[in-house]
């Protein structure tokens, strides 16, 4: 899901999960708080941030309030119930919640279509190839969005579970 700010200031005391890898800096799913953010005349931002878990704080370079947004981005739940996640599960979350149709579904749709075309040629030869051709063709593209949308339903409800199960006692099924 993509993030920006119109302006880096409006991200100054607010929580970020960082979702991407720099080095020397917060790793992948940790959760920041954004302490302070200077833009200087060429664009370039200063961010100084301190993250939540362990109160370390950092200062950092971005390109532009655009490489701030690639970097890190607002997530409400995680910052709510950070404390009840481990990073195994906050990185599946963050793997999950990156996919896109075109990089999930697309590639997914194209080896599925090259392969069913290519059953239906070599095995029925006549007009019945390309009538289950074009039926087996819809139904994998429906099957394709049907498992990306599951999957990111399947991530949150098993956060979902796992926070209300450690706060409330209550077991979701």
């Known amino acids: 899901m993509a993030y920006m700010l119109n302006d880096i200031n409006e991200a100054v005391d607010g929580k970020f999960l960082v979702v991407k890898n720099m080095a020397n800096q917060a790793k992948v799913g940790t959760m920041i708080h954004v302490m302070s953010a200077k833009e200087s005349p060429d664009g370039s931002v200063l961010m100084g941030y301190r993250v939540t878990g362990t109160g370390q704080n950092f200062t950092v370079r971005f390109d532009s309030t655009k490489a701030f947004c690639t970097w890190a981005r607002p997530d ?12 195994d599960e ?5 793997k999950i919640n990156n996919r896109t149709v075109v990089t999930f579904c697309v590639p997914l749709i194209a080896i599925a279509l090259i392969l069913i075309w290519i059953l239906c040629a070599a095995v029925i030869k006549h007009t019945a190839g390309v009538v289950l051709g074009i039926i087996f063709s819809l139904v994998a593209v429906g099957v394709v969005f049907f498992l ?23 077991t979701i099924k």
């Open 76 to 87: 409400t739940f995680i910052a709510r119930y950070y404390e009840c996640f481990d990073s």
């Open 90 to 94: 906050i990185s599946k979350y963050i």
């Open 148 to 170: 990306y949308k599951q999957s990111k339903n399947k991530i949150k409800m098993d956060l979902y579970k796992k926070v209300s199960a450690a706060r409330w006692g209550v």
